[in-house]
């Protein structure tokens, strides 16, 4: 078997240094925080190679080694039909630095469910939500179970693993599931003359398809059939794109006539643009002569909500974000027509997904039915 790397002083530099299979690997400073990551790093990756050919490598095998190796297969799994990465990955580096901080030294054979268990205690005690943590503990679950894939852990450990229970409301002091609500209209047209036109733009179309900010964001010209009455986008990339799903946005009547006001001001083949609300933001703070900066072709959603951010201020009304207008849209539709309508237009695969996180009960008729029959 191969000799295991050791964490060592190389008196003459004070560097720090290790040897894996005859080659010498400086790791920096000897002692500093810096170097020792670096030695877990190569610790990991020499345990993950000896694994499967050594049972004792399996067994003295880390939670934050472990970690290690899994973000490495995460920011190659993680990412778009471009390759860019989703934030998934961020997600599991959060996960795993509530664990790696708690339990750093513990072997993987020892982390059971009462130490799972007690990660999760201490993340209701740092005050995180319910919906954090259960998120949280479910990542740490899948890292385990990845590991079983890779045979760095046994399948009897994740088995054990599994019987951990999500926290669940009211029978926790973890601060519960508080879902934004949709946005009043009345707050929206508030902020009207607070941002520029590719802005308000922006807020229009998705108020009226419901569509997410990422995706109007990303609205192109040649992205939209224009074919038929009511036009058709399909963004590339979506929330469910990585799983083959595809994606519509209908763009009817009133929604093309915002379109269409946009045609003339894009430079490229971007709807909104947010050059123009730079120039436009210039001149209105400055004057004609001022002169701007050169920006991006398209917004992203960050730079979106903070420009909705800034505007809420300034219309001294309470902050919302872009994402609300989506849960607004498709509030409207299960109140003018039915849920399967707002799932329709949300993009849902079920109905239970808009009913629980979108589409607020319309009570009216129950309450128009109570009046005749109760």
């Known amino acids: 078997m191969a000799r295991k790397p050791v964490y060592g002083l190389h008196s003459t530099s004070g560097q720090a240094r290790t040897t894996v299979n005859g080659k010498r690997i400086s790791l920096g400073k000897y002692g500093s925080p810096e170097s020792k990551a670096k030695f877990d790093e190569v610790m990991a990756q020499w345990e993950a190679d000896h694994a499967e050919?050594?049972?004792?490598?399996?067994?003295?095998?880390?939670?934050?080694?472990?970690?290690l190796l899994f973000m490495k297969h995460a920011i190659e799994e993680y990412v778009d039909v471009d390759g860019?990465?989703?934030?998934?990955?961020?997600?599991?580096?959060?996960?795993?630095r509530s664990l790696t901080n708690y339990f750093h030294g513990v072997r993987v054979i020892d982390f059971g469910p009462k130490k799972l268990k007690e990660l999760r205690d201490r993340l209701v005690d740092e005050g995180l939500a319910q919906g954090t943590i259960n998120s949280r503990i479910r990542r740490i679950k899948q890292v385990i179970e990845w590991g079983v894939s890779e045979e760095y852990v046994s399948v009897n450990h994740f088995q054990a693993l599994r019987t951990v229970k999500g926290l669940r409301a009211g029978r926790t002091k973890a601060k519960p599931p508080t879902p934004k609500p949709k946005?009043?209209?009345?707050?929206?047209?508030?902020?009207?003359?607070?941002?520029?036109?590719?802005v308000w733009g922006l807020i229009q179309f998705m108020l009226l398809t419901g569509c997410r900010p990422s995706e109007a964001c990303a609205l192109r010209w040649s992205k939209i059939d224009t074919s038929g009455q009511n036009w058709v986008y399909q963004p590339q990339k979506h929330k469910t794109s990585h799983r083959g799903k595809n994606r519509s946005?209908?763009?009817?009547?009133?929604?093309?006539?915002?379109?269409?006001?946009?045609r003339e001001h894009s430079r490229s083949d971007y709807v909104f643009d947010p050059q123009v609300g730079l120039e436009e933001f210039v001149?209105?703070?400055y004057g004609d002569q001022a002169k701007s900066r050169k920006v991006g072709e398209f917004y992203t959603k960050d730079s979106l909500y903070t420009?909705?951010?800034?505007?809420?201020?300034?219309?001294e009304i309470p902050r919302w974000s872009p994402g609300q207008l989506r849960k607004t849209r498709a509030t409207q539709?299960?109140?003018?027509?039915?849920?399967?309508?707002?799932?329709?237009?949300?993009?849902?695969?079920?109905?239970?997904?808009?009913?629980r996180s979108y589409a607020e009960m319309d009570l009216s008729r129950g309450q128009e039915n109570a009046l005749k029959f109760g």
């Open 333 to 355: 539709a299960r109140q003018q027509a039915d849920l399967e309508t707002a799932q329709q237009i949300l993009g849902h695969s079920s109905k239970t997904t808009t009913e």
């Open 84 to 96: 860019e990465p989703t934030g998934e990955a961020d997600n599991f580096k959060y996960a795993l």
């Open 183 to 198: 946005v009043e209209i009345e707050h929206v047209e508030a902020v009207q003359r607070h941002v520029t036109s590719p």
């Open 249 to 262: 946005v209908i763009i009817g009547p009133r929604c093309q006539k915002l379109l269409n006001s946009f």
């Open 53 to 67: 050919r050594n049972p004792a490598v399996q067994v003295s095998l880390t939670v934050s080694r472990l970690a």
């Open 283 to 285: 001149r209105k703070e």
């Open 307 to 315: 420009a909705i951010q800034k505007a809420c201020d300034k219309a």
